[in-house]
């Protein structure tokens, strides 16, 4: 008699916690993969947090609506004077649909990513405020 209700409040309890569980994830956003290189924008290169921002626009409009921001190792000039960056493979923070998300483990969008700041606008004048013969610069 008592295995047998120790056994049914296992059960019980392990029923509550995916009950519990299964409600948390309702209504979650699910953050998309990372887009595909041909709906990249623009790429920048952020001293303050020595990170390298990938902006995309997913509906093709040329609004940034998907950035990602990856850590940069080290950063130079090639002998044409152009940017080489090396950095992580994978991002560490993702910014989509007005959230902001980050992944620790830097191991892509596969489900671990965790919600950092919700209701956030990107900015990107922030890095590149000005105009040069009125075009974006």
């Known amino acids: 008699m008592g295995c047998r209700f120790f056994l049914i409040n296992v059960v019980l309890v392990l029923g509550l916690i995916s009950i519990t569980s299964t409600m948390s994830g309702a209504g979650e956003t699910v953050l ?5 290189e041909s709906t990249r924008i623009d790429e920048i290169y952020d001293h303050e947090t020595n990170m390298l921002l990938f902006l995309y626009s997913l509906k093709g409009d040329g609004i940034a609506d998907y950035v990602t921001g990856r850590k940069v190792w080290e950063h130079q000039r090639s002998v044409y004077g152009n940017p080489v960056y090396y950095f992580e493979s994978y991002p560490l923070f993702y910014w989509w649909n007005h959230q902001l998300w980050n992944d ?4 892509g ?3 671990n990513e965790r919600l950092y700041a919700d209701h956030i606008e990107f900015d990107a ?3 590149k405020p000005c105009l040069f013969n009125g075009q974006p610069c």
């Open 32 to 36: 998309p993969i990372e887009p595909d």
């Open 104 to 107: 620790p483990l830097q191991d």
């Open 109 to 111: 969008v596969n489900g």
């Open 125 to 127: 004048s922030r890095y």
